[in-house]
C-alpha cells in the first residue's frame, strides 16, 4: 500500500471511529433516559448528525432501530422490577416508560416469549449464580424470542 492509500485508510477510519463514540454517546443517553420519550432530534444533535441518518446509522452500528433498542432497554428493566418486587404489571409498565398496558404486554411478549403475568410467575424458580441468571434472561435482539417458540 503506498502511503497515500495508507493515509486515506487511517482518515476513514477515525472518522469512522468517531461516528461510533458518538452513536455510543447517543445509545448511553438513551439508556439513562429509558422511561422518557424518545427524542430523535435530541439524539441525533448529540450524534451531530440528521435525525434521518441518525436512524440509518444507528441501526446500522447496533443492528437496531432506535425505537426497538429503547423498547427492548424498557422490557429488560420490566423483568428486572418483575422478578425483584411486587408492584403491580401496570405500575411497572408505566415506570419503564409504556404509556398502554396493552402495547407492554405485546411488546413483552414479542421480546422475551412469555407475557407479564407468566414471567413473574416463572421467574421464582431461578437458582443460579446471578452471573448465569442475567445471561439467561437479557434478551438480545429485538424479536429473539419468536424464533425460539418456532412463531
Given at each position: ?8 485508510n ?6 469512522v ?5 458518538r452513536?455510543l454517546?447517543?445509545?448511553d443517553?438513551?439508556d439513562?433516559?429509558y ?10 444533535e ?29 422490557v ?14 401496570t ?47 437479557r434478551?438480545?435482539?429485538f424479536?429473539?424470542a ?6
Amino acid at each position: 500500500m503506498r502511503p497515500a492509500e495508507l493515509a486515506e485508510n487511517q482518515r476513514v477510519t477515525r472518522a469512522v471511529e468517531e461516528l461510533n463514540r458518538r452513536m455510543l454517546r447517543a445509545r448511553d443517553a438513551i439508556d439513562r433516559a429509558y422511561a422518557e420519550p424518545l427524542d430523535i432530534s435530541r439524539l441525533a444533535e448529540l450524534a451531530h448528525i440528521s435525525d434521518a441518518h441518525f436512524i440509518r446509522t444507528f441501526h446500522a452500528t447496533f443492528g437496531e432501530t432506535p425505537h426497538r433498542y429503547l423498547q427492548r432497554r424498557r422490557v429488560e428493566r420490566a423483568m428486572f422490577m418483575l422478578r425483584d418486587t411486587d408492584r403491580s404489571i401496570t405500575e411497572i409498565c408505566l415506570e419503564v416508560g409504556f404509556n398502554s398496558l396493552s402495547t407492554f404486554s405485546r411488546t413483552f411478549r414479542e421480546i422475551v416469549g412469555i407475557n407479564p403475568t407468566d414471567y413473574r410467575a416463572r421467574s421464582d424458580v431461578m437458582l443460579a449464580p446471578t452471573c448465569f441468571t442475567m445471561a439467561m434472561m437479557r434478551p438480545s435482539s429485538f424479536g429473539e424470542a419468536l424464533h425460539k417458540n418456532g412463531q
